[in-house]
């Protein structure tokens, strides 16, 4: 089929994935009942405080206090929509998540003091996706840089030297080395602060706060850019040596074209599809990582915000933060699959593996 | 015919689904690779039939749809009284310990990580023939013997890239031959190996028929060879047999402007004799816009109007000789086309 | 004949030959299995030395008590120069009774040998007496090797409810007993007339520190070296009063091979304890996702039609579930125990392997000899066992070892925030306490070393392993060097 074609089936197929991960989401968070539990507890202390703050509730006997704190919690349940049985709900749960309405988190809030989830959201977002980009791209041109290194000589001395390197920081997860950094930089020599995303108090003049948000940018990247790009030099000095086995670049030798001309323009044009894959892979897959590395650094983004609404146990918040995880790497493989696309005609006209 | 047939192909219809555009997938609309359109052909025992042409006639398509590893669209295929177009299953699987193959490429047709005796005794693991260990190591032994891999304990346990390509093609031979089949689909088996080595492993099979009496359905491309090999044969173009009947007599006189075109290309190791100009014109079309009336006729030196609108029937011009032209009678062969015989005249194999 | 058969067998263990050979030549993947049996050895040996119950006890804070809390190991002194004092238990005591005029005395003394350069980080002091009518007063007193003496602690016995007789116990932290602290500020103005606030006293540099006016609140001290000496007197009133029982804590800064944590727990038994936990869910987890993976592979690259687009549609929807978040959502709620876990974190690692079973499946299935065999009448599970399956086996056991480290992260990630096992104690755990208790901006650089290390090593020597085992399943084709 055509390559439009093929592209609304995967954008079907796709969207198809991204809601049933939210639907099992929401499901295994009803299904347990947290949602509800949470909620029923709100709305207890929500009665509790309204029945306090009333002293003619106060002096009622106990048997009509409980009588009238039951209608008002009924009450409060309807409001929120907890009078239904969760299965009913569910429909409401899914189209609020796919139209961005997360409603309000229990426990925590934004700089800015709200309390809607999206707000949350919406504030840390960037912060992520500026740290692992940035760390993904460095990582990804500094690997690249020595892949070609490691190519020009294979099985030479340097390449040994990286490629041990690389099966090294490949063993060593992120946080881990993003704790050492910590402890040497930040706690022994004390160049560099040991987390946070700004300063406390932040400057506020925006040229200082750039500033400031790159100074503390340094430590993470140090051990994002640390543990990938031996990784990526490795992958790069591969996929070279496969293309210089291919006929194209014995043509081009053959012509009396130079090294570097070989290299740069043939080879490397050759890998660029592969490449630009792993790119995207990779910054995929670092924000799942996010996680554990944010909480080190203590770099307020998505990564952070998830892990204290575990801590806090703010449901709607890990649901939404769930949800949007999800969102951004099923829309990163959309992407992918569009550049493969065009990348490689093969797939364009949906050849398929029967020759 | 005097002897009983072993095969006998009616009406054998192949096509391919090959629908591929979003706007046909939606309108219903189907398109089809033709390759096999409809032939008739008849093996006796004992005897070779070869059929040829050009990749892309459909005769590859035909051996496989023969042993049923491809299904046929329509027609039917006569084993000894049985349409073996349509069995299934535990009849198919006693179908297949009759009828054989022997694939062109010999080094793919063997699992690159089994032995010889692996390979070759893969067949009696498959049908439930195991026999003791001892058995079988006899058995294979004998049969690398008939294929002349001789002395058996050097090829026995070689890995297949431990052999070069006529001894790869000779041991998939004797893996054919290891259930004693009466039919054998051979699929250019000789068109992958060199020159020195092909004479050997056409040597083997015309041997190996005359102990065996089996039939064998040969397929191959290369003219020469079906006339060394083969007592009848077809020749295919697009799906069609155009020309049908004694191998030598369509050497003789090729009657079809296909055939004629083909035989005139086929080099002759004579000096004095130098290739014609091959009255041909432009490449085979594809099989899925086949063109109408003739499916020849936009390459024929000789199509008239008619060829354009009607499809000549295959039809007896001398005895034991078909062809399916309008005009068969009165198109002249080539001039250089009645070449002396020469040293590499054979008796006819079959 | 015999010769035969075993002529049979040894080719069909040709190939197994050849691969262990070369598999013996690439000093990498050696070097990475005696890692691992060195881990698995280690393994065994921890459980048996270290059985559950131990284990169960990691949890419970009270058992840790006595040791010093975040105190590096004992080996650190290497490294800063200083020698640091190591906890030490005194008690055996010997009793000195006497009486004068009706009232009986008895002096206990503790002998402490201290030559180290810092003040220990506590002294806990347990005290215990019994009495038949009036309590008895107590005193503590510290002798310096200088000869010093201060008193640190006077109480009169409390009766116990039960009696008489009535016995009375005491546990003393001497460094942060108010007590304590003002009969120390009380010690100063005596002997250099200094007022020193009680809340900016350190007892420690008092008793250990050599004197001056301005000790008892010094940023560094030079500590008196020889043998210091704990005494408790009892005054009492008849006879049959004694003192019972006089022991001290004197509680190191350092400790055991791996150092403490902020509770006082030995990190040895949990690091230790780690390893047979890491090795456990690495390997089952990758066992049993590579298996998924496989069959779900094979099979969906083997029937081509709906069988095999609806195991593929599958396929893709597990893939691109983000692991991580959704894994933590889903520890959140059900705070899973080891062996949930492994089941879990294998849900999420399968679809990798199928995508390349699928691949190579539907590579092989177009091979001619598989064509081949079909044509000498193979069923499609013959085809399967015998044809498709040795080609994916080898690179499954490859990808066995290379998917380890993965999970090992995966799950050092989930314990880190405190979702995981709840009873095992795993590296991931403890790293987790570590930030959650400031060891990277407090400079307790064993708690976040050692354990990451462990995990370093175990992913490095599957890493090497498994990389090994790759290069020899994949076609030279595809590698230059």
């Known amino acids: 089929?055509?390559?439009?074609?093929?592209?609304?089936?995967?954008?079907?197929?796709?969207?198809?994935?991204?809601?049933?991960?939210?639907?099992?989401?929401?499901?295994?968070?009803?299904?347990?009942?947290?949602?509800?539990?949470?909620?029923?507890?709100?709305?207890?202390?929500?009665?509790?405080?309204?029945?306090?703050?009333?002293?003619?509730?106060?002096?009622?006997?106990?048997?009509?206090?409980?009588?009238?704190?039951?209608?008002?919690?009924?009450?409060?349940?309807?409001?929120?929509?907890?009078?239904?049985?969760?299965?009913?709900?569910?429909?409401?749960?899914?189209?609020?998540?796919?139209?961005?309405?997360?409603?309000?988190?229990?426990?925590?809030?934004?700089?800015?003091?709200?309390?809607?989830?999206?707000?949350?959201?919406?504030?840390?977002?960037?912060?992520?996706?500026?740290?692992?980009?940035?760390?993904?791209?460095?990582?990804?041109?500094?690997?690249?840089?020595?892949?070609?290194?490691?190519?020009?000589?294979?099985?030479?001395?340097?390449?040994?030297?990286?490629?041990?390197?690389?099966?090294?920081?490949?063993?060593?997860?992120?946080?881990?080395?993003?704790?050492?950094?910590?402890?040497?930089?930040?706690?022994?020599?004390?160049?560099?602060?040991?987390?946070?995303?700004?300063?406390?108090?932040?400057?506020?003049?925006?040229?200082?706060?750039?500033?400031?948000?790159?100074?503390?940018?340094?430590?993470?990247?140090?051990?994002?850019?640390?543990?990938?790009?031996?990784?990526w030099a490795y992958t790069v000095r591969s996929l070279l040596l496969d293309t210089f086995q291919q006929d194209f670049i014995l043509v081009a030798r053959a012509k009396g074209l130079s090294e570097n001309d070989v290299m740069y323009k043939h080879a490397l044009r050759a890998t660029a599809p592969p490449i630009i894959t792993l790119l995207l892979l990779s910054i995929v897959g670092s924000m799942g990582g996010a996680i554990i590395s944010e909480v080190v650094f203590n770099w307020a983004g998505m990564g952070r915000l998830f892990a204290d609404a575990v801590a806090f146990q703010d449901v709607p918040v890990i649901i939404a933060e769930t949800y949007v995880f999800s969102f951004l790497y099923v829309a990163v493989f959309l992407v992918l699959e569009v550049l493969y696309g065009l990348l490689d005609p093969r797939v364009r006209t949906g050849a398929s593996v029967q020759g | 015919m005097s002897q009983q047939s072993v095969l006998r192909v009616e009406g054998l219809v192949k096509w391919f689904d090959v629908t591929h555009g979003l706007m046909d997938m939606i309108s219903g609309k189907r398109v089809f690779s033709k390759a096999v359109d409809g032939i008739d052909f008849e093996i006796e025992t004992g005897r070779v039939f070869a059929l040829a042409g050009e990749s892309g006639s459909g005769k590859t398509t035909t051996g496989r749809t023969v042993l049923r590893l491809t299904e046929p669209t329509k027609g039917k295929i006569w084993f000894s009284d049985v349409d073996v177009a349509s069995l299934k299953d535990g009849k198919l699987k006693e179908y297949r310990k009759q009828a054989q193959m022997v694939f062109q490429d010999p080094y793919q047709s063997l699992n690159p990580r089994q032995t010889v005796f692996q390979d070759i005794a893969e067949p009696f693991a498959i049908h439930g023939l195991r026999q003791s260990n001892e058995q079988e190591y006899d058995s294979v032994a004998r049969a690398l013997e008939e294929v002349h891999l001789e002395p058996p304990e050097e090829f026995i346990y070689r890995y297949p890239h431990e052999l070069s390509g006529g001894q790869r093609q000779r041991v998939a031979i004797a893996r054919a031959l290891i259930l004693s089949p009466r039919f054998i689909v051979a699929d250019e088996p000789v068109s992958m190996l060199d020159m020195s080595v092909r004479a050997g492993i056409l040597n083997l099979l015309a041997s190996l028929i005359e102990r065996h009496n089996i039939s064998i359905l040969f397929i191959t491309h290369d003219l020469a060879v079906a006339r060394y090999i083969s007592g009848n044969m077809g020749v295919m173009y697009l799906g069609k047999i155009v020309e049908r009947g004694v191998s030598e007599r369509i050497f003789e006189r090729p009657l079809h402007p296909y055939t004629q075109a083909l035989i005139t290309a086929v080099p002759v190791p004579d000096p004095r004799y130098k290739i014609g100009d091959i009255p041909i014109i432009g490449e085979i079309s594809n099989s899925i816009n086949i063109p109408s009336g003739c499916r020849f006729h936009p390459r024929c030196p000789y199509a008239k109007p008619l060829c354009r609108e009607k499809e000549p029937p295959l039809r007896e011009l001398e005895r034991d000789h078909l062809v399916a032209c309008h005009f068969a009678e009165t198109i002249q062969p080539p001039t250089n086309h009645n070449r002396p015989r020469n040293d590499s005249e054979r008796e006819d194999s079959a | 004949m015999a010769k035969e058969q075993r002529k049979e067998r040894k080719q069909g263990n040709r190939e197994l030959a050849e691969f262990i050979s070369q598999f013996r030549q690439s000093k990498a993947g050696m070097l990475g299995l005696v890692l691992i049996t060195m881990f698995v050895l280690l393994s065994v040996y921890v459980v048996v030395a270290y059985p559950y119950e131990e284990v169960v006890k990691w949890n419970d804070v009270r058992e840790w008590s006595d040791n010093p809390p975040t105190a590096p190991p004992f080996w650190a002194k290497v490294f800063?120069?200083?020698?640091?004092?190591?906890?030490?238990?005194?008690?055996?005591?010997?009793?000195?009774?006497?009486?004068?005029?009706?009232?009986?005395?008895?002096?206990?003394?503790?002998?402490?040998?201290?030559?180290?350069?810092?003040?220990?980080?506590?002294?806990?002091?347990?005290?215990?007496?019994?009495?038949?009518?009036?309590?008895?007063?107590?005193?503590?007193?510290?002798?310096?090797?200088?000869?010093?003496?201060?008193?640190?602690?006077?109480?009169?016995?409390?009766?116990?409810?039960?009696?008489?007789?009535?016995?009375?116990?005491?546990?003393?932290?001497?460094?942060?007993?108010?007590?304590?602290?003002?009969?120390?500020?009380?010690?100063?103005?005596?002997?250099?007339?200094?007022?020193?606030?009680?809340?900016?006293?350190?007892?420690?540099?008092?008793?250990?520190?050599?004197?001056?006016?301005?000790?008892?609140?010094?940023?560094?001290?030079?500590?008196?070296?020889?043998?210091?000496?704990?005494?408790?007197?009892?005054?009492?009133?008849?006879?049959?009063?004694?003192?019972?029982?006089?022991?001290?804590?004197?509680?190191?800064?350092?400790?055991?091979?791996?150092?403490?944590?902020?509770?006082?727990?030995?990190?040895?038994?949990?690091?230790?304890?780690?390893?047979?936990?890491?090795?456990?869910?690495?390997?089952?987890?990758?066992?049993?996702?590579?298996?998924?993976?496989?069959?779900?592979?094979?099979?969906?690259?083997?029937y081509e039609g709906r069988t095999g687009e609806v195991l593929e549609r599958i396929t893709d929807f597990f893939y691109m579930l983000p692991v991580l978040p959704l894994l933590i959502f889903v520890s959140f709620i059900l705070r899973p125990s080891v062996w949930v876990m492994i089941p879990l974190l294998s849900l999420f690692g399968w679809p990798g392997i199928a995508k390349t079973a699928r691949s190579i499946t539907l590579q092989v299935k177009q091979e001619t000899y598989v064509e081949a065999a079909r044509a000498l009448g193979a069923s499609n599970l013959w085809i399967l066992v015998r044809h498709i399956a040795p080609q994916t086996l080898p690179f499954s056991f490859a990808n066995i070892a290379l998917n380890v480290p993965g999970y090992i992260f995966t799950e050092a990630s989930i314990s880190f925030l405190g979702l995981g096992d709840p009873i095992l104690p795993t590296w991931g755990k403890i790293l987790g306490d570590a930030q959650a208790s400031g060891a990277t901006i407090g400079g307790y650089w064993w708690w976040v070393l050692i354990p990451g290390v462990m995990i370093f090593l175990v992913a490095i020597s599957f890493a090497l392993l498994g990389n090994a085992l790759d290069r020899i399943v994949t076609p030279r084709l595809r590698r230059r060097a």
């Not at chain 1, 490691?150 to 090294?168: E, H, Q, S, W, Y």
């Not at chain 3, 201290?114 to 806990?124: L, N, Q, R």
């Not at chain 3, 049959?240 to 006089?246: N, V």
């Open chain 1, 1 to 231: 089929m055509s390559f439009l074609g093929y592209l609304a089936k995967r954008t079907v197929v796709l969207t198809a994935t991204l809601i049933l991960v939210l639907l099992a989401t929401i499901m295994v968070a009803g299904g347990f009942g947290i949602v509800d539990r949470v909620a029923e507890s709100a709305i207890r202390q929500e009665v509790n405080m309204m029945m306090r703050a009333n002293p003619n509730l106060a002096r009622l006997p106990e048997a009509e206090r409980l009588k009238v704190m039951e209608t008002l919690m009924e009450e409060q349940r309807k409001a929120i929509g907890l009078d239904k049985p969760f299965i009913e709900r569910v429909p409401k749960y899914l189209f609020q998540a796919l139209s961005w309405d997360f409603g309000k988190a229990l426990y925590l809030r934004s700089a800015s003091g709200s309390s809607l989830v999206r707000d949350l959201i919406a504030e840390v977002l960037p912060r992520t996706i500026l740290l692992f980009t940035t760390g993904a791209l460095i990582s990804a041109i500094v690997g690249i840089a020595l892949g070609l290194l490691m190519a020009r000589r294979p099985l030479g001395l340097f390449d040994k030297i990286m490629t041990a390197f690389a099966v090294v920081s490949n063993s060593m997860p992120l946080w881990w080395v993003g704790m050492l950094l910590i402890l040497v930089l930040g706690f022994t020599l004390k160049v560099l602060p040991p987390g946070g995303y700004v300063s406390v108090p932040a400057p506020t003049e925006p040229v200082a706060y750039v500033l400031d948000v790159l100074h503390h940018m340094i430590l993470p990247l140090i051990a994002v850019v640390l543990v990938s790009f031996g990784g």
């Open chain 3, 80 to 302: 800063s120069g200083k020698s640091l004092p190591e906890t030490q238990v005194l008690n055996g005591s010997i009793a000195r009774r006497y009486n004068v005029e009706g009232i009986y005395f008895e002096d206990r003394v503790l002998d402490l040998q201290y030559s180290y350069d810092e003040p220990p980080s506590e002294i806990i002091v347990d005290i215990g007496s019994t009495f038949q009518g009036s309590a008895p007063l107590i005193e503590l007193s510290w002798i310096k090797p200088s000869g010093s003496t201060i008193m640190v602690f006077r109480t009169a016995a409390e009766r116990s409810i039960e009696g008489p007789p009535y016995s009375y116990s005491h546990e003393l932290y001497i460094y942060i007993d108010q007590e304590v602290k003002s009969n120390m500020a009380n010690y100063l103005l005596s002997k250099y007339g200094v007022h020193v606030p009680v809340s900016s006293i350190s007892v420690a540099n008092v008793l250990f520190g050599k004197e001056s006016p301005s000790v008892a609140n010094a940023s560094s001290i030079d500590v008196e070296k020889g043998i210091y000496q704990l005494k408790v007197h009892i005054q009492a009133y008849d006879p049959k009063d004694a003192i019972t029982g006089f022991s001290a804590v004197v509680k190191g800064k350092v400790w055991g091979w791996m150092g403490t944590d902020i509770w006082g727990r030995d990190l040895l038994i949990g690091i230790l304890w780690g390893t047979p936990v890491a090795l456990l869910i690495g390997a089952l987890t990758s066992v049993l996702s590579v298996g998924i993976g496989m069959a779900v592979g094979v099979i969906s690259g083997f």
